[in-house]
Every structure is written in structure tokens, then in C-alpha cells.
């Protein structure tokens, strides 16, 4: 089983992809997932304090649970005028 984990903005701009397909593992957390992603895209970690989260398109913090049919969403900070 998968997870979608959708990028935006400037991170799916770093990463090279706006979707991801990460490994479910039963218990996972967003952070347990973000951790996994950070070891496998470290460019990840230039965006670690800033980032916003969502889970099924609802705002989530890092203890959130992620199901095996979630999608998860990493949202960086936005600019502009």
C-alpha cells in the first residue's frame, strides 16, 4: 500500500514532482511520513519549520494518523503581492 503525498509551490519546484507514491507503514503519522521523505529528498529539510500540512485536504499537525487511503499534503510558505 501507498500513500499520495502532493507537493506545491516552491517544494514540488525543489523535489522535481508534484506527487509522490511513499510506502504506508500501519500507525504512520504525518510526521513519521515527512521523516521518511526528508531521508530521501534532504531538500526537504530547508522547508522542516515552515511547512503546513493537510490530510485528506484538512489541515493537520504532525500527530496526525494517515490511513492506507489518505492522500497528504506538504505546503510551504507562499509569497507574493
Do not use: C, H
Amino acid at each position: 500500500m501507498t500513500i499520495m503525498v502532493l507537493l506545491f509551490a516552491s517544494l514540488a519546484e525543489k523535489i522535481g514532482k508534484r506527487e509522490l507514491q511513499v510506502p504506508y507503514k500501519t500507525g504512520d503519522t504525518v510526521e513519521s511520513i515527512v521523516n521518511r521523505l526528508m531521508k530521501e529528498y534532504p531538500v526537504l529539510e530547508t522547508f522542516k519549520d515552515s511547512l503546513l500540512y493537510a490530510v485528506n485536504e484538512e489541515y493537520a499537525d504532525l500527530t496526525t494518523i494517515v490511513d492506507s487511503k489518505a492522500s497528504l499534503a506538504l505546503i510551504p510558505p507562499v509569497s507574493g503581492g
